[in-house]
């Protein structure tokens, strides 16, 4: 079985403070995605990446992957009360089916 | 496009009941999944289809469970009798073929068994 493991598990920061939220796995995936929920709602994907080390921005959102495609981080710059939610990484192998992280639950605080 | 559209949005039914939980995927979308997401173990698949036809159902708890698509734009996840530790919230989604593609999530079922 493959596991995802997040860290921190729960993050509360005040408005305008950068973090950073980890993804782990002993196993290497083809591809690695990021998606954050809101209450209520279904995951939002945010990213898709798929060679080791690479990194992509989405405004304030930078993503990387990897250089072994076993591990991801989410690094959000000046954090803002939109950015509260739960984030999920997901990992996929061969196939389409994703594999879930345990999620981060990221409060920011105005 | 409307989504991935699940129904109903809550149920809460007695334990020993029958619940069906109803997904429309996106249209054009080969595969779809059910997947069940509580507090203790977070987002858990439980069922997969591609082409209308299961792949994977490793991951359904037990024979209580079952689901179906009968077409490519409805499935359904049976669960028969409840109990309350299917108390959760179950969501379906799609994608297009291909592993690099993400997943639409609809706004899923919390599914009550008292």
């Known amino acids: 079985t493959q596991l995802l493991e997040q860290s921190p598990q729960f993050l509360s920061i005040q408005e305008g403070e950068n973090l950073t939220v980890y993804c782990n796995s002993s196993s290497v995936f083809s591809s690695l995605q990021w998606y954050r929920q809101e209450p209520g709602e279904g995951p939002v994907l945010l990213v898709t990446?798929?060679?080791?080390?690479e990194v992509k921005k989405l405004k304030r959102l930078t993503f990387q992957f990897g250089d072994a495609r076993k591990d991801s981080s989410l690094h959000i710059t000046a954090a803002q009360p939109g950015d509260t939610g739960l984030y999920l990484c997901a990992g996929a192998s061969g196939n389409e089916k994703l594999t879930f992280g345990t999620g981060t639950r990221l409060t920011i605080i105005p | 496009d409307a989504g991935v559209i699940q129904s109903p949005r809550h149920e809460v039914t007695e334990m020993g009941q029958e619940v069906t939980l109803r997904c429309k995927p996106i249209?054009?979308?080969?595969?779809l999944f059910w997947y069940r997401q509580t507090m203790m173990r977070g987002l858990e698949l439980l069922i997969y289809?591609?082409?209308?036809?299961?792949?994977?159902d490793s991951g359904m708890p037990e024979d209580r469970f079952s689901a179906k698509m009968p077409n490519a734009s409805f499935s359904t996840l049976k669960i028969q009798p409840s109990e309350p530790r299917d108390s959760a919230v179950y969501f379906c989604?799609?994608?297009?073929?291909?592993?690099?593609?993400?997943?639409?999530f609809g706004s899923g079922t919390r599914l009550t068994v008292v």
């Open positions: 289809f591609n082409n209308n036809v299961p792949i994977d």
């Open positions: 989604a799609s994608t297009p073929w291909g592993r690099n593609y993400g997943y639409t």
């Open positions: 249209s054009g979308h080969n595969s």
């Open positions: 990446v798929v060679t080791g080390g």
